[in-house]
């Protein structure tokens, strides 16, 4: 996938995340939450056991909620868990680039009467539930005393947490109120000695030290983590540990109730912690409002993503929703729009945003949030490359694969400018207009997206023909034709894939332009995923110029898709295996010794095959032998030699291209064929339809989780497929 894995307001300030204004209501805490169909469609129950997440693949065993692009998350404890009992795990912090817990549970409530701590469980087992955009805890006190606790978003900075106890006796009941938590932290210096507690008038903060360590924990000195109370409060801080105290009791009279409200901020630099500051004391004067923007919002996604969606399906479309919303990052660092990480449940996914990923997570995205969707795009083409680069003006118009919060000038490890991804964008912008009507969007995004394909020809097609290689920049770490070659892989966004292996003869080239300037490398192969990826951006574009009223533009652009199709269709389909395969640089004979992949079925997904070529790869898709395996699609063909069911690139089932696979069968009129195949992967993927998170990949045979959790693109992919839209 994603290659290059580590190398080592009042109401109109409530919506940013997108959500319109409606009246004020009550607060939710005012009655009962009532059933939903789509509660703990995630299982984000779970405490932290140490600050640094993860296990040996550097994944996050605890499924956690974030919203409005916050950059800290938190999960809910687990039913009999009592020393978590009071607060939310965490919360979960990005350390710019990498994820940490920074409590166990920071902000634990306990509540007192007549000097005795009340036992939250005393009158039975709490409910722990996870809803859509929100954690909502309730306790039965016993003795005519309930309590619920639920933490929403506010902003992209600050979570609003609200504590409502009420009443329900017949007598009048008096209670105090404090808050306890601990730091946990990291067991090596220099991050051990980073944070560091201190007690505020309104709560209580956690402030950052400067570490620059590249591969592990990235703070300036600047951030800081607050807790702000509405009541007045007095702290106290010891050592790793606070408490801070409600300074006046509070008296219910039967059948009333009180909320105790406090934020949750992050902030990285003190600008922002300023912005907050003003933006939280209008979140705690006027909460209800604050649940109800929220409440809106939510509402308006989850109908987005069940549209036409069966019933039986409609709460995994939500947990693509949740899973997308988690890994929301608003702009913070070289950042610059809100964009969607692939994962915050894995170390090195947190804290990036990369290219293709983006073009497959705005679609799915535009379901539900277009102005997201937006954002996304935006968040890439930031950085595309300008001619008056100082480091790479020959790049002119490319995409980098990737972007972090830190660029390399700032000591960030994971920017990589060393290759781009596959072209998808023209598609994306096209998807996202077309659920917006956003003509100035595309006004904005032509010329960049025509830059790129451009890129892609002048740097990327060797011997001028008109068909694309993937390669390789010239950059510091592209230094032999090794590093090269693997950059070239990257590029293909299919990492590790049989057709880049240097064992079957995958190699680079220079390529040149005439005044001998070095462009960059290609692979010695023309890749027929990127060529049919470029043909259908090229209709996209065609597309996007006519909408613009460019309609001389519109008729160049049909040309070039047409004959770029018409080349890939020409050269790169075998009719003797009935498969398209990459070719061979300059001979133009496919490649067929290093068996069938997936990437052999995106000319049906982009129209290019011929109807005879559909067919026949029509058939290879059904045959269980092949492509229909227990999980269908896998990125190798179950017959190849290379085949290998949990090895990444050479054989786990990806969703984007079972999508792209599905989507081509029926594009081609094969929609019973389609449905027959998407059912079984539904049914045989691992905890797709559970409440477990959607992976990374899959094990076609036996459909277990591979790789990393709560994966973007497969959420985002996940909701077209799980629609019954006419093709």
């Given at each position: 996938m994603i290659g290059n894995r580590p190398l080592r307001a009042l109401t109109a300030l409530f919506l940013a995340g997108g959500a319109l204004a409606v009246p004020q209501a009550a607060s939710a805490h005012e009655h009962p939450a009532p059933?939903?169909?789509?509660?703990?469609?995630?299982?984000?129950?779970?405490?932290?056991?140490?600050?640094?997440p993860g296990d040996d693949e550097d994944n996050n065993p605890v499924t956690v909620f974030a919203d409005q692009g916050a950059w800290?998350?938190?999960?809910?404890?687990?039913?009999?868990?009592?020393?978590?009992?009071?607060?939310?795990s965490g919360p979960l912090y990005i350390a710019q680039e990498y994820p940490w817990w920074l409590s166990k549970s920071f902000s634990r409530i306990r509540l007192t009467e007549n000097g005795r701590t009340l036992d939250l469980a005393g009158g039975g087992t709490p409910r722990f539930t996870s809803l859509p955009g929100r954690l909502l805890q309730s306790y039965d006190l016993g003795h005519g005393l309930r309590l619920t606790i639920e933490l929403r978003f506010a902003t992209g900075?600050?979570?609003?947490?609200?504590?409502?106890?009420?009443?329900?006796g017949s007598a009048p009941r008096?209670?105090?109120?404090?808050?306890?938590?601990?730091?946990?932290?990291?067991?090596d210096r220099p991050m051990r000695d980073a944070p560091s507690l201190s007690a505020t008038p309104s709560g209580v903060g956690v402030d950052f030290a400067e570490v620059r360590e590249t591969w592990d924990y990235l703070t300036d000195g600047t951030e800081r983590f607050e807790v702000t109370h509405k009541d007045r409060v007095r702290t106290t801080v010891d050592g790793d540990t606070y408490r801070t105290e409600a300074t006046e009791p509070v008296t219910l009279a039967p059948g009333r109730s009180?909320?105790?409200?406090?934020?949750?901020?992050?902030?990285?630099?003190?600008a922002e912690r300023t912005r907050e500051k003003a933006t939280g004391r209008d979140i705690l004067d006027h909460p209800a409002s604050v649940v109800s923007a929220s409440d809106a919002r939510w509402h308006g996604y989850v109908a987005g993503v069940t549209r036409n969606v069966p019933a039986s399906r409609r709460r995994a479309a939500v947990k693509a929703l949740e899973t997308l919303v988690t890994n929301w990052r608003s702009a913070a660092g070289e950042i610059k729009h809100d964009g969607i990480t692939p994962s915050i449940s894995y170390k090195w996914f947190t804290g990036g945003i990369w290219a293709w990923d983006t073009w497959k997570q705005a679609v799915g995205t535009a379901r539900f949030a277009p102005d997201l969707a937006e954002s996304q795009i935006r968040s890439m083409f930031d950085w595309q490359i300008t001619s008056d680069s100082a480091t790479r003006p020959q790049d002119a118009g490319m995409i980098p694969d990737v972007i972090f919060y830190n660029a390399p000038s700032r000591g960030g490890?994971?920017?990589?400018?060393?290759?781009s991804k596959p072209p998808l964008a023209a598609w994306a912008v096209w998807e996202v207009y077309a659920k917006t009507g956003d003509k100035a969007f595309l006004r904005e995004m032509y010329p960049k997206l025509a830059a790129y394909q451009a890129w892609w020809y002048r740097n990327r097609d060797h011997d001028h023909n008109g068909l694309a290689e993937y390669g390789a920049t010239v950059d510091p770490a592209n230094n032999s034709p090794e590093e090269r070659r693997l950059a070239a892989a990257w590029e293909s966004g299919m990492d590790n894939a049989p057709r880049f292996d240097a064992a079957l003869g995958a190699n680079v080239v220079a390529n040149h332009a005439a005044d001998g300037t070095l462009l960059g490398y290609s692979l010695n192969q023309e890749s027929v995923d990127l060529n049919s990826y470029l043909a259908a951006d090229q209709g996209h574009l065609a597309r996007i110029a006519d909408a613009l009223g460019r309609g001389a533009d519109a008729e160049r652009w049909k040309q070039r898709s047409a004959a770029t199709s018409s080349a890939v269709r020409t050269t790169m389909y075998d009719p003797t295996d009935g498969w398209f395969h990459d070719t061979a640089l300059g001979s133009g004979v496919p490649l067929t010794a290093r068996g069938r992949g997936i990437e052999g079925a995106v000319p049906l997904w982009t129209g290019t095959a011929s109807r005879t070529q559909a067919r026949a790869v029509r058939d290879k898709l059904m045959?269980?032998?092949?492509?229909?395996?227990?999980?269908?699609?896998?990125?190798?063909?179950?017959?190849?030699?290379?085949?290998s069911p949990t090895a990444y690139w050479r054989g786990p089932v990806w969703l984007d291209q079972a999508y792209f696979a599905r989507d081509g069968l029926r594009r081609y009129g094969y929609v019973k064929e389609a449905n027959a195949l998407t059912d079984r992967l539904l049914a045989q993927a691992s905890s797709l339809t559970?409440?477990?998170?959607?992976?990374?990949?899959?094990?076609?045979t036996t459909g277990a989780p591979l790789n990393s959790p709560n994966f973007s693109w497969s959420a985002a992919l996940l909701l077209p497929m799980l629609t019954r839209d006419k093709p």
């Open positions: 059933a939903s169909p789509y509660a703990d469609v995630l299982d984000l129950h779970g405490t932290p056991a140490a600050a640094l800290h998350a938190y999960a809910l404890p687990k039913a009999g868990d009592k020393d978590a009992y009071g607060g939310f900075r600050s979570a609003l947490v609200r504590a409502q106890v009420r009443n329900t008096t209670l105090g109120a404090d808050w306890t938590g601990s730091l946990l932290r990291p067991a009180h909320s105790f409200d406090w934020t949750e901020s992050y902030t990285f630099t003190a490890g994971n920017w990589n400018e060393r290759n045959d269980p032998g092949e492509f229909a395996t227990t999980v269908p699609f896998p990125t190798v063909s179950k017959s190849s030699p290379y085949f559970g409440n477990g998170p959607i992976m990374e990949n899959y094990d076609p």
